[in-house]
């Protein structure tokens, strides 16, 4: 506030702004680095350097202040209401210098997960938890992206395609697990689902995405399209949920995929669903400051 030339609290009306503002200061160091606040404030004050603080700090940070100063909040909320938390015994299953992703919960009690080091290809592992035999590595690749989808006899996952210089795209690629042999089932995909062979994927179509049904006997049909589609999950054999986009409208879709219509039954902004038990829907909502995870019957 006092670079930016407005009013500060005065110390008659207490120490809370100067409080909070310290934290916040310990918040972008340890998120961004020590040397950070220095190159925002010489940004700020070069004498080339006509805007205001804010646009030195986005320059620099390639963040807005409100936003970083939001993410502040949640941080430090979410670290109040963690404490409020009971105790649970917690085991740790996996560690080591790995980053790991897109966790998924399978049929028969295995885990599987995206694993990087960095160094070596990438690669989509499962394990069960039960047992005390190593790593089952399904896919490894250099170019993997997000999600595994696992059935008994193929692993489908998505793969970065640099077809030349100035095109690229993902693609939705089976691999048959005992072969080894892999097929491209679809071309620009950003998400899918598997059931029994049938396959929903959300493909970029020029400024906006749609979701398309491809079956097992290879037929391929167009269901819907937004500015944005995501997280398409089935739920049986003929019913679907997907979140969507129009505008500045976000909406959890359920689909009846037999007679092909579909029905608004949320009008949240919903990320990262997942189907839970018995039809129900578990996803994250960013409400209140917070990423939150909800189970929705």
Same mark, same amino acid.
């Given at each position: #506030?006092?670079?930016? +030339?407005?009013?500060?609290?005065?110390?008659?009306?207490?120490?809370?702004?100067?409080?909070?503002?310290?934290?916040?200061?310990?918040? =972008?160091? +340890?998120? &961004?680095?020590?040397?950070?606040?220095?190159?925002?404030?010489?940004?700020?004050?070069?004498?080339?350097?006509?805007?205001?603080?804010? #646009?030195? $700090?986005?320059?620099?940070?390639?963040?807005?202040?409100?936003?970083?100063?939001?993410? $502040?909040?949640? &941080?430090?909320?979410? @670290?109040?209401?963690?404490?409020?938390?009971?105790?649970?015994?917690?085991?740790?299953?996996?560690?080591?210098?790995?980053?790991?992703?897109?966790?998924?919960?399978?049929?028969?009690?295995?885990?599987?997960?995206?694993?990087?080091? $960095?160094?070596?290809?990438?690669?989509? *592992?499962?394990?069960?938890?039960?047992?005390? =035999?190593?790593?089952?590595?399904?896919?490894?690749?250099?170019?993997?992206?997000?999600? #595994?989808?696992?059935?008994?006899?193929?692993?489908? %996952?998505?793969? %970065?395609?640099?077809? /030349?210089?100035?095109?690229?795209?993902? /693609?939705?690629?089976?691999? +048959?697990?005992?072969?080894?042999?892999?097929?491209?089932? #679809?071309?620009?995909?950003?998400?899918?689902?598997? +059931?029994?062979?049938?396959? !929903?994927?959300?493909?970029?179509?020029?400024?906006?995405?749609?979701?398309?049904?491809?079956?097992?006997?290879?037929?391929?049909? @167009?269901?819907?399209?937004? /500015?944005?589609?995501?997280?398409?999950?089935?739920?049986?054999? @003929?019913?679907?949920? *997907?979140?969507?986009?129009?505008?500045?409208?976000?909406?959890?879709?359920? !689909?009846?995929?037999?007679?092909?219509?579909?029905?608004?039954?949320?009008?949240?902004? *919903?990320?990262?669903?997942?189907?839970?038990?018995?039809?129900?829907?578990?996803?994250?909502?960013?409400?209140?400051? !917070?990423?939150?995870?909800? !189970? $929705? /019957?």
């Amino acid at each position: #506030a006092q670079i930016s +030339n407005r009013r500060m609290l005065r110390w008659p009306q207490g120490s809370g702004a100067y409080i909070v503002g310290a934290k916040f200061v310990d918040y =972008v160091v +340890n998120k &961004y680095g020590r040397s950070i606040l220095m190159d925002i404030y010489h940004e700020f004050a070069s004498e080339s350097y006509l805007g205001s603080f804010e #646009a030195a $700090f986005e320059s620099v940070i390639h963040e807005s202040l409100p936003s970083v100063y939001q993410a $502040f909040q949640d &941080y430090t909320n979410l @670290r109040y209401l963690n404490r409020l938390k009971i105790e649970r015994p917690v085991e740790t299953l996996q560690s080591g210098p790995l980053l790991r992703s897109n966790l998924s919960l399978q049929t028969d009690g295995s885990i599987s997960w995206h694993e990087n080091d $960095f160094h070596s290809p990438a690669r989509h *592992v499962m394990w069960r938890m039960d047992s005390t =035999v190593t790593l089952d590595i399904l896919v490894q690749d250099p170019f993997l992206l997000g999600p #595994a989808v696992i059935d008994t006899e193929n692993v489908y %996952f998505l793969r %970065f395609n640099q077809t /030349d210089i100035y095109v690229s795209r993902q /693609d939705l690629v089976q691999k +048959n697990r005992g072969s080894g042999t892999e097929a491209i089932l #679809a071309e620009h995909v950003n998400a899918f689902d598997i +059931n029994s062979g049938d396959i !929903l994927w959300v493909e970029s179509v020029g400024q906006g995405e749609s979701l398309n049904l491809t079956r097992a006997t290879g037929s391929v049909e @167009r269901l819907i399209t937004a /500015d944005s589609i995501s997280s398409p999950r089935w739920l049986s054999s @003929r019913y679907a949920c *997907v979140v969507v986009r129009s505008g500045l409208k976000d909406s959890l879709l359920k !689909l009846d995929i037999g007679k092909r219509t579909h029905e608004t039954i949320l009008d949240v902004p *919903v990320r990262d669903l997942a189907k839970g038990p018995d039809q129900a829907l578990i996803f994250v909502a960013d409400t209140q400051g !917070l990423s939150q995870a909800f !189970l $929705f /019957d």
